[in-house]
């Protein structure tokens, strides 16, 4: 397996590199650049000081003279500055952005696989049942549902029409961050504060996590439950509790493993929706925002720390195959 895994590793970097080199293309070749952007509405700035500020960052080059160099100075860890925050890219994301996405991703990951695989398991075993038939109508409606439309009516109902009937007893902010509480005040109150901006995005990111993963676990439970050796198990006059989590389970949560492992880059690239409805600081919102504002080198930094992970989950996914089925050997 090490041998599989190292050159699973060495790949990983001519791919890398493509990836970087089409990023950098899309994100060159669209309309603008960070020069229009900051005279934009300025009028005192002249034809002659445009043309002077553009060679000043080598964006009267081509596209692939400028990646050449750009790669030349990603290499040693220079990503160039925030355009906006006049910081460097990486320190921005690392640590302005990326924090807070952590803390809107990793419990919608944890909470909506706790929640999802049993009751994908409970549909299967259950199939044809009245609560198998409201779980299968859930999980259609949650992936159906733009992610935008959805978290608007959440917005509507949580932030203005609740306090409206409840006189201001009920509510929940319409987003942001929080720090309305300043930190003499505890950690406690400070986790409340931060949990109470953080449960309407974090509620909408889990809603589709766990209509996907619902629906992907019943399907491969039913599929396994028809098997060979499944039948065999029953034949042989095993309890039912015995065949489902010895037998069943393991093989059926195998492709599991394949949708999490994707999932994990995607949630934090899958974010942009939410995190710009709820105003949420993250990576995806800063995506978002960079490329509104022709902020290159943070579209740089999010995009390729996206396309990295992307790569080394999907290692760590075929790894996993071989602890979870003993039938995958590397070699």
Request: aromatic letters at 12%.
């Amino acid at each position: 397996m090490g041998t599989y895994a190292l050159r699973r590793v060495i790949q990983m970097i001519p791919l890398l590199l493509v990836i970087s080199l089409l990023i950098f293309a899309l994100t060159a070749l669209q309309p603008g650049d960070p020069v229009d952007q900051l005279v934009f509405g300025n009028s005192n700035i002249t034809p002659d000081d445009i043309a002077r500020l553009k060679a000043a960052y080598g964006l009267d080059q081509p596209w692939f003279t400028r990646y050449f160099f750009w790669l030349k100075q990603a290499i040693t860890g220079n990503f160039g500055y925030s355009q906006d925050f006049g910081i460097p890219a990486l320190e921005f994301v690392f640590q302005s952005r990326l924090p807070n996405t952590l803390l809107l991703t990793v419990p919608a990951l944890i909470i909506s696989t706790l929640i999802a695989v049993p009751l994908g398991i409970f549909s299967a075993v259950r199939q044809y049942s009245p609560l198998d038939y409201i779980l299968t109508f859930f999980a259609f409606l949650a992936v159906s549902a733009p992610v935008f439309w959805v978290g608007a009516l959440a917005l509507y109902f949580f932030a203005i029409y609740l306090p409206q009937i409840t006189g201001g007893a009920l509510s929940l902010p319409p987003g942001g961050l929080g720090g309305d509480v300043p930190p003499e005040a505890g950690w406690w109150a400070v986790f409340a504060d931060k949990l109470k901006y953080l449960l309407l995005p974090l509620m909408i990111l889990m809603l589709r996590e766990i209509a996907v993963t619902l629906r992907f676990m019943r399907a491969n439970m039913l599929e396994t439950l028809t098997q060979d050796y499944v039948r065999t198990a029953r034949a042989k006059g095993l309890a039912d509790r015995r065949v489902l989590y010895k037998h069943a389970l393991r093989n059926a949560v195998t492709p599991i493993v394949t949708l999490l492992g994707l999932s994990i880059p995607g949630l934090f690239g899958g974010a942009v929706i939410t995190e710009t409805v709820f105003s949420w600081p993250g990576m995806g919102k800063a995506i978002l925002d960079a490329l509104v504002s022709k902020d290159f080198n943070v579209v740089m930094v999010c995009l390729m720390m996206l396309a990295i992970l992307t790569v080394v989950f999907q290692l760590l996914t075929d790894l996993a195959y071989a602890v979870i089925d003993p039938r995958i050997r590397y070699s």
